[in-house]
């Protein structure tokens, strides 16, 4: 009942900067959090950051903290994730997910997921 597509996942130059965004349609009623996941090859997915849908609450992973910046437009149903000195262990596909509960970091907590968009950051 709930489809998220992400965009914005290009090639960068680490150092760089990248803003992927996540698009939700459907019953969005139904999401308390939203988060970002990312998958590495050979890796296991990996929480990025979360943030809640109705009253902004954020965290992040301390791989990522200082770096990237979640935010949303709930007027656009949109969740962002701004990265900024981006690094070659960066690279990764990335993942919008969405939760009817309360900031969990578990992926297996995460209800509805986006198909992906791949971050690639090159020396």
């Known amino acids: 009942q709930v489809q998220l597509v992400e965009s914005g996942g290009e090639l960068v130059q680490a150092g760089g900067s990248l803003r992927l965004s996540c698009a939700a349609s459907?019953?969005?009623?139904?999401?308390?959090?939203m988060g970002w996941f990312r998958q590495a090859p050979g890796k296991e997915r990996e929480f990025v950051a979360l943030?809640?849908?109705?009253?902004?609450?954020?965290e992040y992973a301390d791989s990522v903290q200082g770096r990237f910046t979640i935010s949303r437009d709930n007027a656009k149903n949109t969740v962002y994730l701004q990265m900024n000195s981006l690094k070659p262990e960066d690279t990764a596909v990335y993942y919008c997910?969405?939760?009817?509960?309360?900031?969990?970091?578990?992926?297996?907590?995460?209800?509805?997921w986006g198909q992906g968009t791949q971050v690639t950051v090159s020396d």
């Open positions: 459907g019953r969005t009623g139904l999401i308390y959090t």
């Open positions: 997910a969405a939760t009817r509960s309360r900031l969990p970091r578990r992926l297996n907590e995460y209800n509805y």
């Open positions: 943030i809640s849908w109705n009253y902004g609450t954020k």
